[in-house]
């Protein structure tokens, strides 16, 4: 999105300049979270909780060049799913209804992640896999809600992150969530998911639920995505009716296919001298990521990867 600044010149002219996406990042950031709080009153009558922070230049690609904000938006008053589902309750579908209103006037290359988790009860395979169809939930309905400008992926991170400790229904139900991550780059919010347990892992003291879980793939939606995980549910639940023991639960791996941390065209565009460039050598955690790019989010070594876990 290009941002036009008219200054006059003389009674009769006005100049109009063009300002790079790169100025006015911080402004769209500022606009974005001032219509979320508005409209998630004026539809829920609660206020989100919103924590902003900075993706750093130094962890994006070259040719970014400069810090960019992020947004973790959580609705800690929502009861998003009620115990061992992924189907949205009316109150999550109202949040759901209010992050669509926002992103519709978005820019084209915003991105926003939809974060599955879940409270501690059952296994981490278990947490995983109904954290990942949470966020599926979630983020499908946006999608189909008419969200086209930003660019939507979703994660999830089972009962590795909880907001509140799991020994009562009040925290239990508080951790059942998803929540919202906003960048105006999709590399700026996945380096931002990786980079979550910093606070959480000094000195080796790594909770073992992130220890386990690893790295985890963030998916893009698209209607064809949807159109396979409907397909998937499905399956699902008649293999279920069929036979429950028969499925399987299981974290992601840790190891993964993934391109290189720095792509062939940023090295291209930096050696042409752009004037964005960071310095050779300058420590790198993400790739270039497309619109539907699959991401690994690795937790454990706070990285961003474009590509998909081994199975």
Request: charged share 30%; proline share 6%.
């Amino acid at each position: 999105m290009a941002w036009r600044a008219a200054a006059l010149d003389g009674p009769e002219r006005a100049a109009q300049t063009i300002l790079d996406w790169r100025e006015t990042a911080a402004l769209e950031h500022q606009d974005r979270m001032r219509r979320l709080r508005r409209l998630a009153w004026g539809r829920l009558g609660i206020a989100p909780e919103i924590t902003e922070d900075w993706a750093r230049k130094a962890d994006l690609p070259r040719a970014i060049g400069v810090d960019l904000p992020v947004a973790r938006v959580v609705f800690s008053d929502a009861v998003f799913f009620e115990s061992d589902s992924a189907e949205l309750t009316v109150t999550g579908q109202a949040v759901v209804a209010a992050v669509a209103e926002t992103l519709r006037r978005e820019a084209s290359d915003t991105a926003v992640f939809v974060a599955g988790h879940t409270d501690s009860r059952a296994s981490d395979e278990y947490n995983y896999d109904l954290s990942m169809r949470r966020a599926r939930s979630a983020a499908g309905a946006l999608f189909e809600a008419g969200v086209r400008q930003a660019q939507i992926w979703s994660v999830g991170f089972g009962e590795a992150l909880p907001l509140f400790p799991n020994d009562s229904d009040e925290g239990r139900a508080a951790n059942r969530r998803v929540e919202f991550v906003f960048a105006r780059k999709p590399e700026a919010g996945g380096v931002w998911l990786a980079k979550q347990p910093a606070r959480l892992c000094r000195n080796g003291g790594c909770p073992q639920a992130i220890v386990k879980l690893g790295a985890t793939p963030a998916e893009p939606v698209t209607r064809e995505s949807l159109r396979r995980a409907r397909v998937e549910q499905r399956e699902r639940m008649e293999q279920a009716r069929l036979d429950p023991q028969s499925i399987r639960h299981v974290l992601p791996r840790a190891d993964t296919t993934v391109a290189p941390l720095e792509s062939a065209q940023e090295r291209a565009v930096s050696a042409k001298g752009d004037r964005a460039a960071a310095p050779a050598g300058a420590p790198r955690t993400v790739a270039v990521i497309r619109r539907e790019d699959p991401i690994i989010v690795n937790l454990t070594q706070q990285r961003v990867y474009v590509g998909r876990p081994k199975r």
